[in-house]
């Protein structure tokens, strides 16, 4: 029976960083990755810009070919595990292998919430969470065909984008009043359905499809609430994902609506770790568990969840949900609360003449949410602010300033932030007496100080 | 490891250092093509600057860098040799998510023909970076870890 120090399910974001920072704990551990996929690890948020032909096959990799290999990984390509012994350090897989292990990281992220609409079974429709699913649509509009999305969230937005890149004649049905109604605010959403809309891309929101009526092999139509139809060559269900929870449901640990873990990462027993999007772990802004099933949150958890798998004991410092994405030019990037839920929130917003528009929402005088569109030149400095829970009442007027930056804060906090090191430098020569502008000339590149 | 340590006692606002930022990431890296004739690169680095006070700020090189962390395409790496945070725009996809994350907005949207990024890379082919190099004041100062 093979038999490994860590055995890690999954391929992905978490569990690649999780690979990352045990061998930069434990160069020696043996440590086996099992993946149900046979492809080496890739970038899932890479599908959309393969398919419109932005990325080669090529550029979708994580890591380079000889990861594996270089790392000292035992790579199990197109392994599914399908149950676990917690309790006797063990992994069963599809094929009925036993492997030991002696810590464990679930990885398992997310699976595709299909929901019941009438009909669609009978329909070969696409989902578009995996490079599988991206070949297939890469297949499917060879030739222009009339595609249907059904769902306005990120993945559903992406989809469409890639099949009007492809030449196909796009509509998407969103149930919710506007288009990616979770990861942007009002404003936002209609400022990305108008850039749509201009692009051709059929936008109908406030319609679920009441059923489908399917015309052999991926064409159909859908008769949306409304009574209206829509004929389509080509249907992609993007209504939401779940976290894939079953193997640790089954090996009963603990879940609710995902695996749940402590601030170790560790589930509810002390030799399994989970990460990425099967889990939930802390919030920031929430101040809870929650799951966000977010490509950096992934890599974020698997980090910290290998870091303490490898015996080092670190706190997860926790997330937060985020989006950044950029539809036909107009890039648009939030953080946290974008749309909050009762008057308790303080918004303010400021919309720039040439398109720009900001947005930061604060509770008391923390700040707990923020947008850009547009101009998202340094919004990152607006995160950073979130993630620190800081107090930013004195800086409050400045926030949605186009030069708005460390400059801002007072200077302590700003020296803590930035200028670590500068205790002990000399003078510039400049400022010693008699020096002139020729001095300082001379010194130029000299300022190399230890 | 070597970082660039602003010095707002010093920096009077005069931007030189992301004039020959922008030099030194040109295609010719001369001064009159770079900004009249070719395309302009972005600067990587940024004055900041109100009222009186101003500094310059560029990549702080973190030690826990969320940028490698949150990056799509693992276009965003550290260097081990240097321990710099590298970018390689071949690979990066102009997803923008380091620009989310990054706690100095040290990275910018940059390139043409493809979205991609660009950041402070310490000047790897000069003995001193650029923009140090070129601060009449020391402003900016290398320091070594």
Request: one cysteine or more; aromatic letters at 6%; a neutral charge.
């Amino acid at each position: 029976m093979k038999s490994y120090r860590y055995a890690v399910i999954g391929n992905s974001a978490a569990a690649v960083n999780a690979c990352d920072a045990i061998r930069s704990l434990d160069g020696e551990g043996s440590l086996a990755v099992f993946s149900e996929e046979r492809y080496r690890c890739y970038s899932r948020p890479l599908i959309s810009y393969l398919v419109a032909g932005e990325v080669s096959a090529h550029g979708m990799y994580y890591r380079p070919a000889r990861y594996y290999q270089n790392m000292g990984i035992d790579f199990h390509a197109g392994v599914k595990v399908t149950s676990l012994d917690p309790a006797g350090h063990l992994l069963v897989t599809r094929e009925g292998e036993k492997v030991k292990w002696r810590k464990l990281l679930l990885a398992t992220g997310f699976r595709p919430f299909i929901p019941p609409i009438e009909g669609l079974e009978e329909v070969d429709y696409l989902t578009f969470v995996d490079w599988d699913d991206a070949k297939r649509m890469l297949r499917l509009t060879a030739k222009p065909v009339a595609s249907l999305v059904i769902g306005a969230g990120l993945i559903g937005m992406k989809a469409a984008e890639a099949l009007h890149a492809r030449g196909s004649a796009v509509t998407v049905v969103e149930k919710m009043e506007r288009v990616l109604p979770l990861a942007l605010d009002e404003r936002a959403s209609a400022m990305v359905s108008e850039r749509c809309r201009r692009e051709n891309i059929g936008i109908i929101t406030g319609q679920s499809v009441s059923r489908l009526e399917p015309r052999g092999g991926h064409r159909g139509k859908a008769v949306l609430e409304d009574g209206s139809e829509v004929p389509f060559d080509l249907l992609v269900v993007a209504v939401g994902v779940r976290p894939r929870v079953e193997l640790a449901e089954e090996a009963g640990l603990e879940c609710a609506g995902g695996v749940l873990v402590d601030k170790h990462q560790r589930t509810s027993h002390e030799d399994v770790f989970a990460a990425g999007d099967a889990v939930k772990a802390m919030d920031l802004v929430r101040g809870e568990p929650a799951v966000n099933a977010l490509w950096p949150i992934a890599a974020l958890q698997g980090k910290y969840a290998g870091m303490n798998m490898a015996g080092r004991e670190v706190p997860y410092p926790g997330g937060n949900s985020m989006n950044a994405v950029e539809f036909f030019g107009l890039p648009v990037l939030s953080a946290g609360v974008v749309n909050p839920p009762d008057a308790t929130y303080e918004v303010i917003t400021r919309q720039g003449d040439d398109g720009d528009y900001r947005k930061v929402v604060l509770r008391g005088d923390v700040l707990v949410g923020m947008l850009v569109a547009g101009n998202i030149e340094r919004a990152g400095i607006l995160t950073s602010l979130i993630q620190e829970r800081a107090n930013v009442r004195r800086v409050k007027g400045f926030l949605l300033e186009e030069g708005f930056g460390h400059i801002h804060f007072p200077r302590s906090v700003r020296e803590e932030r930035i200028i670590e090191a500068v205790a002990g430098l000399p003078k510039p020569a400049g400022e010693k007496a008699g020096a002139g502008k020729g001095k300082a000339r001379a010194d130029r590149g000299k300022g190399r100080a230890r | 490891m070597i970082r660039i340590v602003p010095r707002e006692e010093y920096c009077i606002g005069c931007r030189l250092c992301e004039i020959h930022c922008i030099v030194q990431h040109s295609k010719s890296k001369n001064i009159i093509k770079a900004f009249k004739r070719e395309r302009r690169p972005v600067k990587r680095v940024e004055v900041e600057e109100h009222g009186h006070v101003s500094f310059a700020l560029q990549c702080r090189h973190c030690e826990e860098a969320p940028c490698i962390t949150a990056c799509l395409s693992g276009a965003m790496q550290r260097d081990r040799a240097s321990g710099a945070v590298v970018h390689d725009p071949e690979r990066c996809v102009g997803c923008w998510t380091c620009i989310l994350v990054c706690p100095y907005g040290a990275i910018r949207r940059d390139g043409e023909e493809r979205r991609v990024v660009g950041k402070c890379d310490l000047c790897p082919d000069l003995e001193v970076p650029a923009c140090v190099a070129n601060c009449p004041n020391e402003a900016l100062v290398l320091v070594e870890e």
